[in-house]
């Protein structure tokens, strides 16, 4: 398989150039083009009823694509759903954590499992997060840039929940108030954010998604129920 990532930071794509008998995931409805020599196939996110629907609690879709070429120099488009970059990750054995939404494609032989809780959620322990494991290349997507932040062992570093893309299994984090009070937390704008310490590296986006749609709902029209 190659890949090459194109018309990045603002509006990526990902070209991905597929040999007779490779394949590659994605999630559904990332494909902008492909040759007639691809086949398509649905899957289920998740092994069994249970996984597909805590894949889906975590924010991802009931089903994801798996493109086959049945020629070599099969090509394969794809895009995410929102203005931003991609970047590439190759695992050889180990792990990293995903934000809910961020899993564009990757290797087929890769693990995906959902990770996380609703009790954790309100405990601050956690959020929901997507583990990507095993041997292959995985790609994830951003609203906006994505800048990779290097923490030395012990060295802490918070995150805005909403612009964490994605860190390293060695990265330890944990969910807690931007501020000491809650009220200072939600009035200042921030509410949570994610403590994050190492040795290991986390990606971060430029652009905060909830954010931006709570900018856009100020001028949608309002039902009167008057």
């Known amino acids: 398989m190659k890949y090459q990532i194109e018309n990045a930071p603002v509006f990526s794509t990902l070209r991905v150039i597929l040999d007779k008998g490779e394949s ?10 492909m040759s007639s020599s691809i086949e398509l196939e649905a899957k289920t996110a998740g092994q069994g009823l249970f996984g597909t629907l805590k894949a889906a609690v975590g924010g991802e879709s009931f089903f994801a694509a798996l493109y086959t070429a049945t020629r070599d120099n099969s090509e394969l488009v794809l895009a995410p759903a929102v203005l931003g970059d991609i970047t590439v990750f190759e695992l050889k054995g180990n792990t990293i954590f995903a934000q809910s939404g961020a899993y564009l494609a990757g290797s087929n032989e890769l693990q995906l499992s959902t990770q996380g809780s609703f009790k954790a959620l309100i405990s601050g322990e956690g959020l929901f997060l997507q583990k990507i494991s095993g041997n292959g290349v995985v790609f994830l997507s951003s609203y906006g840039a994505i800048i990779e932040k290097k923490l030395a062992p012990g060295e802490t570093y918070r995150v805005d929940t909403g612009h964490i893309v994605a860190f390293e299994e060695s990265v330890q984090y944990h969910i807690k108030k931007a501020a000491k009070g809650l009220f200072a937390s939600f009035a200042s704008g921030e509410g949570l954010v994610g403590e994050y310490r190492g040795p290991g590296t986390i ?6 998604l909830p954010a931006f749609a709570n900018v856009l709902a100020r001028f949608l029209p309002h039902k009167n129920n008057d």
């Open 203 to 208: 990606w971060l986006q430029t652009r905060n």
């Open 24 to 33: 590659i995931r994605a999630e559904a409805g990332a494909m902008v083009s």
